[in-house]
């Protein structure tokens, strides 16, 4: 049995050390307009009758993949997408990113190679690089890392943040392409320390493709679809993006609320193979998108409407619906049919 915590990575001492340290940064919320609560997926400051968004993110471990495939013109796509599809989150549309890398010893051909990712991150979500910053570290940073941050816009009027989601509401769930950039630390350790796997050995569950192949995948960017529903007449009310702490993102949208997840699709083979070394499904369940990768929450009335404009580009399902929860938890029905709460 293999967990999380015991890949390096404490879910919960992660918590405690986010919110030790926003603490010390609400008061500067009063400084300016400031339309979200902290904690929300991205940050909107009022501007007149027009809101910024604002999020950062990094690639996290899924960096130590590609140095052992030696291939890094993909991690960029996951820098763009983990930044902007925050920012989806409140209805705002994406425009501009900044990147910063942090580097052991310059090296101008696997920064190239960062950079075409950067590229097709940018195209995909339609965002403009407009600056960054490379910092030599050497006693600091082993080898490299990536993050960036990024701005978008909306509406006053039309930002989502999740108070109008109600009792009976629809979740469509939109697919992922595995694992995205979350999970990384724990599906290192049992594909490789455990399992004994090589990043070139044939995945278990998909014998087409390699172990390594599949855990660096980019993540999906669902701008395109996301921003062509929000140009419709179709009533919003939720947008999560499902990262670290897999579907226990959705507590991040709206109190007094809970969410039963009950129609999810087949996961992908990566996840069925972590499981199958030795991962309990709760685990999987707490750490993993499992599938789905961004989450629509409509009423019952724009299921069909809102599923039709998604799948324009990426398959969409309807997995749940939204209860009244005073202890607002996630329910879920796993691979097994038990039930999973978080």
Not at 55 to 70: F, N, P, R, Y
Not at 174 to 187: M, Q, R
Not at 301 to 310: M, P, S
């Amino acid at each position: 049995m293999v967990t999380y915590s015991e890949s390096g990575v404490d879910i919960d001492l992660e918590g405690a050390t986010v919110s030790a340290l926003t603490s010390k940064l609400k008061e500067t919320l009063k400084f300016r307009d400031v339309m979200t609560e902290s904690g929300h997926f991205a940050a909107l400051v009022k501007l007149g009758d027009r809101a910024i968004a604002m999020s950062t993110d990094g690639v996290g471990s899924k960096i130590l993949v590609a140095e052992m495939m030696e291939k890094y013109d993909t991690i960029g796509i996951d820098c763009v997408a983990m930044v902007v599809n925050d920012i989806l989150c409140v209805g705002a549309e994406p425009v501009a990113m900044v990147d910063y890398l942090a580097v052991e010893k310059p090296d101008p051909n696997v920064a190239s190679q960062i950079g075409a990712g950067l590229l097709e991150g940018a195209k995909q979500a339609n965002v403009a690089m407009i600056g960054g910053e490379t910092a030599s570290l050497p006693e600091i940073i082993k080898n490299f890392d990536l993050a960036g941050t990024g701005i978008g816009i909306a509406d006053s009027e039309k930002i989502i943040t999740g108070e109008h989601i109600r009792e009976g509401d629809v979740l469509i769930g939109v697919e992922s392409s595995g694992i995205h950039s979350n999970g990384l630390s724990l599906a290192r350790n049992v594909l490789f320390e455990k399992g004994g796997f090589n990043v070139d050995d044939p995945l278990p569950d998909d014998p087409s493709t390699s172990v390594g192949s599949q855990l660096l995948e980019p993540t999906i960017i669902y701008v395109k679809p996301v921003v062509e529903l929000l140009k419709t007449d179709v009533d919003v009310h939720g947008l999560a993006h499902i990262t670290g702490g897999g579907f226990s993102n959705l507590k991040r949208l709206k109190n007094g609320v809970g969410y039963n997840i009950n129609g999810l699709p087949e996961p992908n083979p990566i996840f069925k193979s972590i499981y199958s070394l030795g991962v309990p499904l709760s685990e999987m369940y707490h750490v993993f998108n499992m599938g789905i990768g961004f989450v629509i929450i409509v009423g019952e009335e724009d299921t069909e409407r809102t599923i039709k404009v998604i799948e324009k580009y990426n398959k969409a399902y309807k997995i749940g619906y939204v209860t009244r929860d005073t202890e607002e938890k996630v329910r879920i029905k796993a691979l097994d049919d038990s039930i999973i709460e978080m």
